[in-house]
């Protein structure tokens, strides 16, 4: 749906506050850390900025962020983990303004990692990017997925499927998704005022997952690494504004 100017401001607060969270977490991320402390970090910038947890609760999640490292690609809830050296860790943080939301994600190597790891980061980032230049007015939806999968296997890497981006408003998760691929129609026909989450989850082998005991973490079926990124963005008439930057 189109948001209004006063609603658009909203959430620009709260991708404000992610970015934030962004922010704070990337610089306490080190071999030792543990993510249930990168989690009180983040629940620390939260209560500053007197916004509320998305992540706390949703459909009983237990934490205000998402921590996956290494071969797990999203929903990882935080624990006593340790991050090591070479670890790549995934961290996916949300907020909530005035009702509406923000919801956006990075993934970063702990000290030195592996050559294909830092090129999966770069590769997913870049596939982001490529997937937000699309958020234009007159443009399909569907053209976001086109351009992630473009530069996700081109290359050489594989896009997961079961998980997707969202459009984003009062709640986190709003119709219509976003597929991180071409589903084989163009899709809605985008409008000023609309927001989506546009999130890759890119992996270095196959594109099949599998999910934890713990019915939340969401692992690469082979073991092999994944990386996600992840901004709210505006189609605005001067093209996407990205809401969770500082
Ligand atoms: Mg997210
Ligand atoms: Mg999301």
């Known amino acids: 749906m189109r948001r209004s100017a006063d609603e658009l401001n909203k959430m620009r607060k709260a ?17 030792g850390v ?30 205000v962020i998402c921590t996956s490292p290494n071969n797990m690609i999203v929903h990882g809830i935080p624990d006593d983990t340790k991050l090591r050296e070479g670890d790549i860790i995934s961290i996916d943080c949300g907020a909530i303004i005035e009702g509406y939301h923000g919801d956006a994600a990075y993934t970063m190597g702990v000290g030195e990692i592996s050559p294909v790891a830092k090129k999966l980061i770069e590769i997913t980032e870049r596939s ?28 050489g890497f594989s896009v997961v499927r079961e998980y997707v981006g969202h459009a984003i408003g009062t709640a986190m998760h709003e119709q219509p998704q976003v597929p991180n691929y071409w589903p084989g129609s163009g899709g809605p026909t985008l409008k000023t005022g609309m927001v989506f989450a546009i999130e890759p989850m890119i992996n270095v082998g196959t594109a099949d997952t599998y999910v934890l005991d713990d019915g939340w973490g969401v692992m690469t079926q082979d073991g092999e690494l994944s990386a996600h990124f992840e901004h709210t963005i505006a189609v605005t008439d001067n093209g996407p504004e990205v809401f969770t930057v500082l």
């Open 128 to 155: 982001m990017w490529a997937g937000i230049e699309q958020l234009k007015a007159g443009n399909r939806l569907h053209e976001v997925g086109r351009a992630v999968q473009n530069v996700a296997e081109a290359a």
């Open 15 to 31: 991708g404000k506050v992610v970015a934030e969270m962004h922010e704070a977490t990337r610089a306490a991320v080190k071999p």
């Open 34 to 63: 543990t993510l249930l402390q990168l989690n009180e970090i983040a629940a620390e910038v939260i209560a500053k900025r007197g916004a509320r947890s998305n992540f706390l609760n949703y459909h009983g999640f237990p934490a």
